[in-house]
């Protein structure tokens, strides 16, 4: 199912297309080099990372040698938020296709490449400290999420609530 799509989004060459596809399958892992978790609490409060020069934002980043896209999409929750996450469970992928000129210095698949998306029930948290990439990660009431989060990033957010708690009445 496509949660949502984008057209000509601004951080691949152009013209391009994006689509958020919730899927229990995981993407391509060859045209995969990025992975997400969407963290979440047993309470129902959303945890985000909060990138020095980007914002709020989903924890994640590149996945390195040696990791599949669930342990790259961990490591990122701990680092980026400090959230540690058990029942984790694919949620869906970004697909991205994209038409444009590739810059020459492009590290990632074209015309073709993913992003991995996990949700993850927040088991615990590590002590934070702020670092050159991130600031104190945000949690989130629904209320709030509503009110602070892009559009995009609160429906995957709710999609995750919906697969890790589904049916269950959350704490605004």
């Given amino acids: 199912m496509i949660l949502y799509t984008e057209i000509n989004v601004s951080y691949l060459p152009q013209p391009n297309k994006v689509e958020f596809i919730l899927s229990d399958e995981l993407a391509p892992v060859d045209l995969t080099n990025t992975a997400f978790m969407v963290p979440v609490t047993r309470s129902g409060l959303y945890i985000a990372a909060n990138n020095h020069r980007r914002g709020v934002e989903i924890p994640g980043g590149h996945i390195e040698r040696g990791e599949t896209p669930c342990s790259a999409a961990h490591r ?95 704490i605004g």
């Fill in 76 to 170: 990122e929750a701990v680092e980026e938020a400090g959230a540690w996450c058990t029942h984790i469970r694919a949620l869906g992928y970004l697909k991205m296709t994209s038409q444009g000129q590739v810059p020459a210095d492009w590290k990632y698949p074209h015309p073709l490449g993913y992003q991995q998306f996990f949700a993850g029930e927040v088991l615990w948290f590590s002590p934070y400290q702020v670092n050159d990439e991130c600031d104190f990660p945000g949690l989130y009431t629904i209320q709030d999420a509503q009110q602070k989060l892009k559009p995009n990033m609160l429906a995957i957010y709710e999609a995750a609530r919906q697969k890790l708690f589904p049916g269950r009445q959350m």
